[in-house]
């Protein structure tokens, strides 16, 4: 008889859960870019997801922390703000988790935001300067989401 049998299920439960909790913690730990600096299919757009080209975010979002992965293609103004666009490898809450835990930890402070089921958006101000992220799934390309960063 193994071990495993001669534990009950008052035993075995336990350990389980623990050892689903785990694993749960380290795939998140994973996904937020705690994977040791190595890319993986989480960190990248699929094919869909591909851009153009890559444009850097100015000087004045250099601490903007961005999920691995992310490219950031575009640029317009208005309203007076200068809004940068690209694509986020990934799915709509982990990303969400990402930079609501992101922001505050690189000096930018959370104001008013909003979360549905496809889209996920919030103020922020910090570093000298304000203004408002948005994410948003991308239905013609599962795995990639859409991103604008408004700075002024």
């Known amino acids: 008889m193994t071990v495993w049998r001669r534990w009950g299920p008052a035993v075995r439960r336990p350990l389980v859960a623990a050892a689903v909790v785990a694993a749960t913690l380290v795939l998140t ?7 040791g600096g190595r890319a993986s299919a989480a960190d990248r757009l699929p094919a869909c997801g591909t851009t153009h080209g890559q444009r850097a975010l ?3 979002l250099a601490h903007f922390p961005l999920p691995s992965g992310s490219v950031i293609d575009g640029r317009e103004t208005k309203y007076g703000y200068a809004i940068y666009s690209g694509y986020v490898p990934g799915s709509i809450n982990p990303v969400r988790d990402f930079l609501v835990s992101r922001l505050p930890a690189a000096g930018y402070r959370l104001g008013a935001g909003d979360a549905e089921a496809v889209e996920a958006e919030a103020a922020y101000a910090g570093r ?3 203004g408002r992220w948005k994410v948003r799934e991308l239905y013609s390309c599962p795995g990639a989401l859409s991103i604008r960063i408004a700075v002024r």
């Open 29 to 35: 730990a994973f996904a937020l870019g705690g994977g």
């Open 128 to 130: 000298g300067v304000r």
């Open 58 to 60: 100015p000087a004045a």
